[in-house]
């Protein structure tokens, strides 16, 4: 059984960073992308960052880029994400979610129905 477990969100001031982590289990996803999303109240759930271990490519939502960054703890088998949040601002507010895929891929897809694997989300909360 895949699990996506998450932890690392809180509260914190604009401005300010958190780290979140996504460990995987049941599986490795050294051939597949992994992801974050995340869905804020009221809104739909939009993506966030993704990265392919196979083609080390990265991708970022154009509202996070230069200030998150998602990368991979390369000493476990590839099955931890990380994402870096700096520079946090009230509208980051949202559950994040994690998120893998199935199969050998080598994109980082940007749509939350490319992935087949899902955490149960952490609540970040930025204060202004």
């Known amino acids: 059984q895949v699990q996506l477990v998450e932890s690392g969100g809180g509260l914190v001031q604009a401005g300010g960073s958190l780290r979140l982590s996504c460990a995987a289990s049941?599986?490795?996803?050294?051939?597949?992308?992994m992801a974050w999303f995340r869905q804020a109240p009221g809104k739909e759930r939009e993506f966030v960052a993704a990265i392919n271990w196979i083609s080390s490519n990265t991708q970022y939502a154009t509202s996070v880029k230069g200030r998150f960054t998602i990368s991979r703890d390369n000493a476990n088998a590839k099955n931890t994400v990380y994402l870096q949040m700096d520079s946090l601002q009230p509208e980051d507010t949202a559950v994040y979610y994690c998120?893998?895929?199935?199969?050998?891929?080598?994109?980082?897809?940007?749509?939350?129905?490319?992935?087949?694997?899902w955490g149960q989300g952490t609540q970040v909360t930025v204060s202004s």
């Open positions: 049941g599986r490795t996803f050294s051939s597949a992308p």
């Open positions: 998120a893998g895929r199935s199969g050998v891929y080598y994109g980082t897809p940007r749509i939350d129905k490319e992935y087949d694997y």
